[in-house]
């Protein structure tokens, strides 16, 4: 399968925000394809006893939970964050069916990222999120971010990533689509990546073109993240002219890349 080749599936987002921590995608065929149906289902789930830190009881674990995300639904109600991750996943599916990979590739044009531009205070506490300790960088970041600060918003998320807490990277990666910034797509994949090869499972065909899918558009839209990380893709694959071009558009817009 090339690394583009993408499937003619309907994606389905099961997300339960309120009792549930798991997060689960399915995959069904196409009325089209019926005789080649195929199902891909990945499932993870981040409880507290998954990530709870060393000395950390399960109460202090929610309140500092609950202070990394509180500040998303001053924008975004809590009750419409599935209803986001599953709108975007659903046109992302629709993209899919109507992909022609090679003329996209052929086509890439570098842009800067179509985010907003962080307000001065906001680029103040985002730069002491940077350069903070381990323990004080995630409540910073949480701050800058409730500034409008779209990077620390995706810091955030990265670091609820490493911490495999999937529950609460979903509302702040909810708050980048609703803003309408492209990380919101490669941080989308970077959670459906992280779940469907959860525990060692392989993750499936399916899911690997759905991903790619979502970070090819942000690439597109000019997330350097995403670009670097195709960038590396393409270039194990032998793609040196689109992996250069990626890598060059990338580092224009993000030095530290």
């Not at 929610?62 to 996943?89: M, S």
């Amino acid at each position: 399968m090339t690394l583009f080749a993408m499937t003619r599936a309907v994606l389905v987002l099961g997300l339960s925000m309120a009792c549930a921590t798991a997060l689960t995608v399915h995959a069904a065929s196409s009325p089209a394809s019926v005789a080649s149906a195929s199902t891909a289902t990945a499932v993870a789930e981040s409880s507290p006893e998954d990530v709870l830190p060393e000395h950390e009881d399960v109460a202090t674990f929610y309140e500092r939970r609950a202070a990394l995300t509180q500040w998303v639904y001053d924008t975004v109600p809590e009750r419409e964050v599935h209803a986001i991750l599953k709108h975007a996943l659903t046109e992302q599916d629709r993209l899919n069916q109507t992909a022609d990979p090679a003329k996209d590739l052929a086509q890439f044009a570098c842009v800067a990222p179509n985010a907003p531009t962080p307000s001065a205070q906001a680029q103040v506490t985002f730069e002491r999120a940077a350069s903070s300790p381990d323990s004080e960088a995630s409540a910073l970041y949480a701050r800058a971010a409730a500034e409008g600060h779209w990077r620390a918003a995706a810091r955030l998320i990265s670091r609820m990533m490493d911490d495999e807490d999937w529950e609460a990277a979903q509302p702040v990666i909810a708050w980048l689509l609703h803003q309408k910034v492209p990380s919101g797509w490669n941080k989308l994949a970077d959670l459906l990546q992280a779940t469907s090869s959860y525990d060692g499972a392989s993750t499936s065909d399916l899911a690997n073109d759905f991903i790619l899918g979502l970070r090819w558009r942000a690439a597109q839209a000019g997330d350097p993240v995403a670009q670097i990380t195709l960038a590396r893709l393409f270039e194990k694959e032998g793609e040196a002219k689109i992996a250069a071009a990626l890598t060059t558009c990338a580092k224009q817009h993000n030095e530290g890349l």
